[in-house]
């Protein structure tokens, strides 16, 4: 027979969960915690003083109270203490953040990226952006790790991008070469920008409480992070999710991962533009250009919108009759596509889609905006802290 968990490993699991509480819901009462995690009264105070006493969290009293009697205690968390650097690379641009424990943005930095940059060029790039950030941070903070997005496939063993077809990596150690760059001793976690975006919206943003949630992310190409029974899945080596590299169309345009006939031929970057008679335009504002048009009447724009719309509808049927998601979220240029050719999108949907599958389901854009890689990618560095708090520093 195999032993249970010692008196330690249930110490240390309550104090996770209680810190993932307040680092997902904020500002939460004692007694609110008392009746979340299922803990007795003394207990959370045992929990909440241990974690106070490493500077995770802090108590105080309400700052309102229309109640009688002595109010319960606030725990928060320790935001603008502890917290971990965010990366977020893409095709575009390089993005760096800090971001407090309870996913406060704290300070944040925003460059161009031009297309072709290698991991070697664009790790300086963003270290120096952290070294900036680094002048404010106040001294007895502590970074527990840092976390990167990236477009394209990461592999989970050691975070190496295998293929970024958007971006031109091929097996490019982004992870490594950001550790060389900053020379700090914390771990550097790197994940799929669209995985890591969805991980964000499932704990803070609009798909938190739903456990079956598909989120799709547009640039040059498309890319899904998958949410089942309330956990990531992405694949036995980190993979998943890849949906853009669905075949649509036998022998059709030319993708940039090699192939034709990819999804994302018909509803990403150079597809769109491409059906609109853009050809040599690239990039987001060249694609709301597109859609600009298509509102003032443009007749090719307006065609090429209903075309990139249908197809996006097309696609999301089948993963809604593969996954059964409570939601589907459209982030980065499928926001933009998704708010221009809604009625394609549900008119297809609703023709393909099967009706079990389809019923409950709801289209949304993220909360977290286009914030949501960055906060995503600190979510996986505070994961390591939140798995067991007493390890930190």
Not at 30 to 46: K, P, Q, V, W
Not at 343 to 360: F, P, T, V
């Amino acid at each position: 027979m195999r032993p249970g968990p010692s008196q330690d490993d249930v110490r240390r699991q309550n104090l996770g969960a209680l810190l993932r509480h307040v680092h997902v819901h904020g500002a939460t009462t004692r007694a609110e915690l008392t009746t979340t995690l299922g803990l007795n009264r003394s207990t959370i105070g045992a929990l909440t003083a241990d974690l106070s006493a490493v500077g995770l969290v802090s108590e105080g009293a309400p700052k309102e109270t229309g109640r009688a009697g002595r109010p319960s205690l606030v725990v928060r968390p320790e935001s603008a203490r502890v917290y971990a650097y965010a990366y977020s690379v893409e095709v575009d641009r390089l993005r760096a953040a800090r971001i407090g424990l309870g996913g406060a943005v704290l300070d944040r930095r925003d460059l161009d990226r031009p297309r072709g940059l290698l991991a070697a060029e664009a790790a300086p790039l963003l270290a120096g952006a952290v070294k900036e950030m680094q002048q404010t941070v106040p001294a007895d903070a502590i970074c527990v790790g840092a976390g990167v997005a990236v477009c394209g496939m990461v592999r989970r063993d050691d975070g190496l991008v295998r293929l970024g077809p958007t971006t031109g990596w091929v097996d490019e150690p982004i992870g490594a070469a950001l550790a060389d760059e900053l020379g700090i001793a914390v771990p550097i976690t790197v994940g799929n920008v669209a995985d890591v975006a969805a991980f964000a919206e499932h704990a803070r943003g609009v798909a938190a409480g739903c456990d079956n949630v598909l989120y799709l992310y547009g640039d040059v190409g498309v890319g899904a992070g998958i949410i089942a029974g309330g956990r990531r899945l992405t694949g036995h080596g980190g993979y998943g999710g890849e949906v853009g590299h669905m075949k649509v169309v036998r022998d059709g345009r030319p993708c940039e991962c090699g192939s034709r006939g990819c999804w994302e031929t018909e509803i990403g970057e150079h597809g769109l533009l491409h059906a609109a008679g853009r050809s040599d335009a690239r990039g987001r504002d060249a694609l709301l250009e597109v859609f600009d048009a298509a509102d003032r009447g443009d007749a090719r724009a307006q065609t090429a919108v209903r075309q990139a719309g249908d197809w996006l509808g097309f696609g999301v049927a089948n993963l809604v009759n593969i996954f059964n998601p409570e939601m589907v979220i459209f982030g980065g240029t499928m926001r933009d596509l998704y708010l221009a050719a809604a009625a394609q999108i549900r008119s297809r949907l609703n023709s393909n889609a099967l009706g079990a599958c389809l019923e409950h389901v709801r289209l949304r854009t993220p909360k977290l905006g286009a914030d949501a890689p960055l906060i995503g990618a600190a979510e996986l560095a505070f994961e390591r802290l939140l798995a067991d708090p007493l390890d930190v520093g």
